[in-house]
């Protein structure tokens, strides 16, 4: 079976403050694909980082972070300095064949 | 470069009617899926086109089918609607690999309501 679990609902940090998001995910499969979406009140889903199952290395990008490690199953999103246009609700997401499965994901408010 | 592109933004309907909604895919990609999205929850899958056939599908009802155009272009329709479908639809396209889905690219969305 094909599972992700974001077990944080909702986050609320004070601007500059790092803050971590969490993905566990569950799957038979030896190859596949992890990635994290924002979804801002606008709707629309804005793609974040793909990361393949066969490639453990953490990846920096400005001020976010992912860590990968297969061994306890997990795809966590760090913000660093978080500033309020980070407020959105972020989604972890697995393929599968021909389709994604995602979380139910977590709403993060930044306050000034 | 266009991205993915929907229509309508918004739509209302009352029970029993029937809706359609357009997608048109990022320039290069040729698969396209469509989710749902209850307010407060994950998109959830309803089926993938690719080659204008049906290649996967999530756990809907036959009320809801599909159509993929030649030129990759999508239509989502919903018969018989019910109030639980109010919903916000997205589309996302990708390229197809035909083993593991890669990065969809996502459009705005239809919000529906039914009332």
């Known amino acids: 079976a094909q599972k992700v679990t974001q077990a944080q609902t909702e986050i609320s940090v004070v601007e500059k403050e790092d803050v971590t998001l969490d993905c566990v995910y569950e799957?038979?499969?030896?190859?596949?694909?992890l990635f994290w979406y924002k979804q801002p009140p606008s709707g629309e889903l804005v793609f974040l980082i793909r990361?393949?199952?066969?490639?453990?290395q953490n990846e920096i990008s400005g001020r976010y972070s992912w860590n990968f490690q297969k061994s306890t199953s997990s795809f966590n999103f760090t913000i660093t300095a978080s500033q309020v246009v980070d407020s959105a609700v972020y989604f972890c997401?697995?393929?599968?064949?021909?389709?994604?499965?995602f979380g139910s994901g977590t709403k993060l408010n930044v306050k000034p | 470069d266009a991205g993915v592109t929907q229509s309508p933004t918004h739509l209302i309907k009352t029970r029993g009617q029937q809706v359609t909604l357009r997608c048109s895919p990022k320039?290069?990609?040729?698969?396209v899926s469509w989710y749902q999205q209850a307010l407060g929850q994950g998109p959830q899958f309803i089926f993938q086109?690719?080659?204008?056939?049906?290649?996967q599908r999530g756990n809907f009802p036959d009320r809801f089918s599909g159509h993929q155009f030649p030129n990759y272009s999508s239509e989502l329709n919903v018969n018989a609607l019910l109030l639980g479908d109010s919903a916000l639809y997205l589309c996302?396209?990708?390229?197809?690999?035909?083993?593991?889905?890669?990065?969809?690219?996502f459009g705005p969305g239809t919000r529906l309501t039914v009332l």
């Open positions: 997401a697995l393929s599968g064949f021909n389709k994604f499965y």
């Open positions: 086109y690719y080659e204008e056939e049906e290649r």
């Open positions: 990361r393949n199952s066969f490639d453990e």
């Open positions: 320039s290069g990609h040729d698969t």
């Open positions: 799957t038979r499969d030896t190859t596949y694909y």
């Open positions: 996302a396209s990708s390229l197809w690999t035909g083993v593991k889905t890669d990065t969809q690219y």
